[in-house]
């Protein structure tokens, strides 16, 4: 058969002419090139439309369209709440950055990065090159593989500069309860975790973060960006954010509602301010996308209203420069909230920022290009595309009483970014359909899943039930609904049983249960021993992924996010949550213990363990960081005897910085490794390595290349 096709395939070539033959091999190489058709960056109709809406100041039209035709420059992020992200600064600053103004691409001389002026302790950077220029030129290749690196690592997030606004504005503080409801592909959610770990002493705040989203397949890119920062605070469930569940925790005994202290609510839009990276936005844009999702924005941003608590504050934001998503959606909120809402007046919140506010007055357009002043102008034929929540109210007193110039509309020709849209919502009240909203239940305690009888299994199934839109509060006396098992039998006294199976189920992926350890769980009085835990450390928090056979790997939440689990696994979709801290080591059970260190979930262990600890030096890091099985020799003294006091088995490996020498790492560092018998290693991920020895000066990028070259010759 083989041979058969070649042969046709012979023929087919004998019988081309010769310019046939060179119009294939052009088709070949624009093929190879990229040759898509180049897309041209011009429609009349988005031009014709925001001309006449007049959201751009007079005399800057030509600006405002010349910017949205050159690539979005790339900017950078540096992780705030990791204790070495100064060293990351410094190191960019005195290395990489230093390095780019001496280098030309394409004849165009490289500008020096630029902190934003508006984003807090220089942790936010922005350069004249776009991530197209910077992952292709062979100039770039090594701050390209810093950047790849360190991402993957979770201490820089490659991330558009509008988009690092909302986080900021949500001001988040470690206690505060925060959802995000529309949060892939994750990087504002990870803005959130790191401002909850603000404080790096403390391992577990109080606060946590329930990350949302509809698309399945997208709550794994979420979970992908958000296991990078390691953090016990935060769990990814699934679910349309219009019809969100409604929440149970437990509070002293009682079951009562969770309200949001901060709510982020971005929601989908056509984007149109994202031109200038989404460059097929050009050919596709009509009014039509914006109209088909004004109903949807609205929906899930009442539901977010609904959750918030009295004093708390919601962040909406898209990433559209049209009032009918924008505008109109805050007027619909603030009209119907009948003052339970008012708009946070957060310029001074963002010094530096360049931003227009919001407009009160604006018409809506079809897709043909017809005009409608208001809602009574709007033929019957059209009143299931145009709604009357797509106008401006016609009452202009109560239309200026809503402050709608508090809202944010950032250009991109102003500060060389993308389009965006943010407005901060104050809630004053309940919502008026809900005034019987409790700030505080005091019911009689109620049963609840007592680990004590049996391991309390929450099973996170991938069925989407039909009961996620029921709230978890009789919307009538605001009284919440009572702790009663699913099943009369006494062997599920403790299990929180998933949803009822519906049609849904044939969408997604069935995840395994999460199952905590109960108090008499034999596996961890060896762990407890063998690391000398402290009594505080919280062993409730600990769960596994599986209910029956061995437990490989154990995970740890906070204790919030434990209590949300427990209370709402036949209404919550959770697609992941916890992080990694020990995984099972069949060799590990002759030396005591049978579960090693996970390097994933150190830093919220470490001030909980009390022994099998080796204080190294910077010399005995890079050693273990370069070196597969380093023999005992070949580290300092001082370790080789604190070594040698130890047993076989998992160890932590920490560096303290000397203050009294400020040339050397001055952040400290905690790595998970193995005593061996004549030799210590670390257990460390590839990126990881990489990110530290970085910040000790070694040359990664040349190493590399060198190791390249030896493997082939």
């Known amino acids: 058969m083989g041979r058969k096709n070649r042969r046709n395939r012979q023929r087919r070539t004998e019988q081309r002419s010769p310019a046939e033959e060179e119009r294939r091999k052009a088709r070949e190489q624009a093929a190879w090139e990229g040759g898509y058709p180049e897309i041209i960056k011009e429609n009349k ?81 922005h350069t004249n090159l776009s991530r197209k220029i910077i992952r292709k030129s062979p100039e770039l290749e090594k701050f390209h593989q810093f950047l790849v690196s360190e991402t993957e690592s979770g201490n820089i997030s490659r991330q558009e500069a509008v988009s690092m606004i909302p986080p900021v504005l949500l001001n988040v503080q470690p206690h505060h309860k925060i959802l995000d409801m529309c949060a892939a592909p994750g990087s504002k959610t990870a803005q959130i975790i790191e401002m909850l770990h603000a404080d790096m002493n403390v391992p577990f705040p109080e606060g946590f973060v329930i990350a ?46 969770l309200y949001y202290d901060r709510i982020l609510c971005d929601v989908p839009c056509s984007g149109d301010g994202t031109m200038r990276k989404n460059i097929d936005v050009w050919k596709k844009w009509t009014t039509l996308n914006s109209l088909q999702l004004h109903g949807l924005q609205i929906r899930i941003a009442t539901r977010g209203v609904e959750q ?54 604006w018409r809506v357009m079809t897709k043909e290009g017809q005009w409608f002043e208001k809602w009574e102008d709007v033929p019957t034929s059209r009143h299931t595309q145009i709604r009357p929540t797509m106008f401006p109210l016609k009452d202009e007193e109560k239309l200026k009483s809503m402050n709608l110039n508090r809202c944010m509309r950032i250009l991109p020709h102003h500060q060389n970014t993308g389009g965006f849209f943010v407005a901060v919502l104050i809630k004053k009240a309940p919502m008026p359909w809900n005034k019987r909203q409790p700030k505080l239940q005091r019911r009689p305690p109620v049963s609840v899943c007592d680990a004590s009888v049996a391991p309390e299994i929450v099973k996170a199934v991938a069925d989407i039930s039909a009961i996620a839109d029921e ?90 996010l434990r209590n949300v689990l427990l209370h709402n696994s036949e209404k919550m979709k959770v697609i992941n949550t916890g992080i990694k801290v ?132």
């Open 212 to 257: 949302n989203d509809v698309d399945n397949k997208r709550c794994y890119l979420l979970v992908h960006q958000a296991k990078r920062l390691n953090s016990p605070c935060i769990m990814v469930v699934n679910h349309d954010a219009s019809s969100i569940p409604r929440l149970l925790i437990e509070n002293n005994g009682s079951r009562e509602v």
């Open 471 to 560: 709230p978890a509060v009789d919307a009538e006396n605001g009284e919440t609904k009572p702790c009663t098992n699913q099943s009369g039998s006494s062997k599920t006294d403790s299990v929180c049983c998933p949803p009822p199976s519906k049609k849904m189920k044939l969408f997604g992926f069935k995840e395994d249960p999460f199952v905590f350890l109960s108090e008499d769980d034999p596996i961890f009085e060896p762990i407890q021993k063998f690391y000398a835990l402290d009594p505080s450390f919280p062993k409730k928090n600990l769960l596994t992924r599986t209910q029956e056979g061995k437990k490989r790997q154990l995970y740890m939440v906070s204790k919030e």
């Open 308 to 361: 918030l608590a009295e004093g708390g504050r919601m962040v909406y934001s898209t990433c559209s420069l049209n009032p009918v998503e924008d505008e109109a959606v805050i007027v619909s909120l603030l009209d119907k909230s009948e003052g339970s809402l008012e708009l946070a007046d957060v310029a001074s919140e963002l010094p530096g920022l360049k931003w227009m506010p919001g407009i009160t007055q």
């Open 582 to 713: 020990l995984c099972r080591n069949n060799d590990g059970e002759q030396y005591g213990c049978a579960y090693r260190l996970a390097q994933e979930g150190i830093y919220s262990l470490y001030p909980f363990i009390n022994a099998r600890i080796l204080t190294v030096s910077v010399e005995d890091i890079k050693v273990l960081l370069t070196q597969e099985n380093p023999f005992l020799s070949k580290f300092s003294k001082e370790t080789q005897k604190q070594a040698n006091n130890l047993d076989m088995g998992s160890i932590v490996l920490k560096y303290e910085p000397d203050p009294q020498q400020p040339e050397t790492l001055q952040c400290p560092i905690v790595l998970c490794g193995w005593r061996g018998k004549t030799s210590i290693r670390s257990f460390v991920p590839k990126n990881e390595r990489l990110h530290y020895l970085r910040m000790m000066g070694v040359e990664v990028f040349k190493e590399k290349a060198e190791a390249g070259g030896k493997k082939k010759k």
């Open 45 to 125: 109709l988005f031009e014709h439309y925001y001309q006449e809406l007049k959201i751009v100041p007079d005399g800057e039209w030509d600006k405002f369209m010349d910017a949205l035709r050159e690539p979005l420059p790339a900017t950078i992020r540096i992780t705030g709440y990791k204790s070495h992200a100064k060293e990351i600064l410094h190191c960019l600053k005195e290395k990489y950055f230093k390095e780019l103004p001496d280098i030309e691409v394409d004849g165009q001389k490289i500008e020096a990065p630029q902190p934003l002026s508006w984003y807090p302790e220089e942790l936010a950077w």
